[in-house]
């Protein structure tokens, strides 16, 4: 027998006009934690659905503990110990969390009524596992992103997979909720478990894993090598080519400039209550928060998605009575960039061209309401090209694109909308380190000529980085206001102490 669980031999796969992997080589060990990195479009996620049986590759040959493997389907990869967790949602929203969990195992007898009193407590010891604060019964489209993960995760756990692959994980997921995987993932290993992770943060490439492949361009750039002796920029340049740029952006006071948008007593239907705040012009003001805390649902709230109850919303110092997306995008120049880009942010089955364009359209209209594809490429493009869109082109469908390449179009189509005021939720989940780099120094370019910028974002140093101003969310409540003056020692206590203090309050 091998002493590898898995190897990938020589695997090679083309799309139409584009070599996706070229002779690419992975060697998983048991009881090994194996980082897979790479920037976005360099192959990672096909082939992890080469391994999975979503794909089949071109050339070259798997193995699993020396025998042949060439899955036809994910279920025969399944049967052969295969289990990943996507980085895109791959649940079933109306289905109970127990139902999700144990979705592969539900139809093993067609005619064997389902015995969900078990299948509850079953799926019980999975959520206390995960620490998932979530009723089995509950379906799963009523959970927030963060829980959706989670439950995810405990999917792939219950199929007992002796190869389990981890694409982005922890995208979702706050410090403890990380940290709380993180123990799940080396019991895994001590159990001789051989799991894949892949990560763009590297911090915690280099906190849980002993072993490590670089792609890029499709092919190896380096092959299961320790990541022992590795620092950060050794990684970086295999991941690039080159060193990572550190933005050193100083501290900025943007309170003196006229308010753009401004939140007075506001209450909405989703529980918020008296919540006040000002964004001035030009400012970058983080709204952070541990998941559940309401970030996502006052920026829904703010752009009419969500019902405001209580309260005003002043845009330019005028009350506005926003009441649907069009209308904060149309009367008051509102963007919304979505956390879940899946669900939200993108239309799969179109193109790039559609989904960056679709905020210009009434821009571009004629006098009869038409508008052309060349005048609507003419107004995307440049944005699309400064983030580095990986596409074959602009006619692509915006499915065929990688999870990072996707949300670079969910970034870039407010942009064309020269938009005066932008809401980000999590702007980098699942981008590249160049490419959360061009982003900050979007949402930093962009602020500099005078767009007002809403950050919410769960990566403590991306807010550090960026932010000028950071409120504080807890229990749908602004808890506290922190002046960023990039020193992250001290603005994260602040920040931490804000958040643990709401909650002593809570609790008494």
């Not at 239309?347 to 005048?375: E, K, P, Y």
């Not at 179009?409 to 380190?433: C, F, M, Q, R, Y």
């Not at 229990?475 to 960023?484: P, T, Y």
């Amino acid at each position: 027998m091998s002493q590898f669980t898995f190897q990938a031999h020589a695997v090679t796969k083309t799309f139409p006009g584009v070599v996706a992997l070229d002779k690419v080589n992975l060697s998983l060990t048991p009881g090994s934690v194996h980082a897979l990195l790479g920037e976005n479009g360099a192959g990672k996620s096909t082939l992890i659905k080469i391994m999975t049986g979503v794909h089949r590759h071109d050339a070259g040959h798997m193995e699993i503990d020396g025998t042949l493997f060439a899955p036809q389907s994910t279920r025969e990869a399944i049967a052969a110990g295969v289990g990943v967790v996507h980085q895109e949602r791959n649940v079933i929203p109306r289905f109970s969390v127990a139902e999700n969990i144990f979705l592969e195992t539900l139809s093993a007898d067609p005619w064997k009524p389902i015995n969900y009193p078990k299948l509850y407590r079953d799926a019980e010891h999975w959520l206390d596992l995960l620490e998932i604060d979530a009723d089995p019964s509950t379906k799963v489209e009523d959970l927030p992103v963060a829980k959706i993960q989670l439950v995810e995760i405990a999917k792939a756990l219950a199929l007992k997979s002796r190869i389990l692959m981890l694409d982005e994980p922890t995208a979702s997921l706050t410090q403890h909720e990380t940290e709380r995987l993180f123990s799940i993932v080396k019991r895994l290993r001590d159990d001789g478990v051989s799991l894949v992770f892949v990560s763009h943060k590297l911090e915690e490439v280099q906190e849980i894993c002993d072993q490590v492949t670089v792609l890029r361009d499709g092919r190896n750039a380096c092959e299961s090598q320790p990541l022992e002796g590795l620092g950060r920029q050794d990684i970086v340049r295999l991941m690039i080519g080159r060193t990572e740029q550190i933005p050193t952006w100083s501290q900025r006071d943007c309170r003196d400039r006229d308010v753009a948008l401004e939140l007075r007593g506001v209450a909405t239907q989703a529980g918020h209550t008296d919540v006040s705040l000002s964004l001035h012009k030009g400012e970058v003001l983080g709204l952070y928060g541990l998941v559940g805390s309401g970030r996502t649902e006052l920026a829904k709230a703010i752009i009419g998605a969500d019902k405001v109850t209580g309260g005003e919303i002043l845009v330019e110092g005028t009350p506005r009575n926003i009441t649907s997306v069009a209308d904060a995008l149309h009367q008051n120049r509102i963007g919304y960039v979505s956390e879940d880009r899946k669900s939200e942010g993108l239309i799969l089955m179109h193109s790039v061209l559609d989904n960056a364009g679709i905020t210009v359209w009434r821009r571009l209209q004629n006098a009869i309401g038409a508008f052309t594809d060349r005048s609507v490429e003419k107004a995307v493009s440049p944005v699309v090209k400064k983030l580095e869109v990986r596409t074959p082109s602009l006619h692509q469908t915006i499915g065929n694109l990688s999870g990072g390449n996707q949300q670079k179009v969910s970034v870039a189509k407010w942009l064309a909308a020269n938009v005066s005021i932008l809401i980000i939720d999590e702007p980098t989940v699942g981008v590249d380190i160049k490419t959360k780099a061009y982003v900050h120094e979007l949402i930093r370019d962009l602020a500099d000529a005078g767009t007002s910028v809403l950050l919410i974002t769960s990566d403590m140093p991306e807010m550090v980085t960026v932010a000028d101003r950071i409120l504080v969310m807890d229990e749908f409540q602004i808890r506290g206001e922190v002046i960023n003056d990039r020193d992250y020692d001290r603005v994260s206590h602040e920040i931490m102490q804000h958040i643990h203090g709401s909650s002593e309050v809570a609790a008494e």
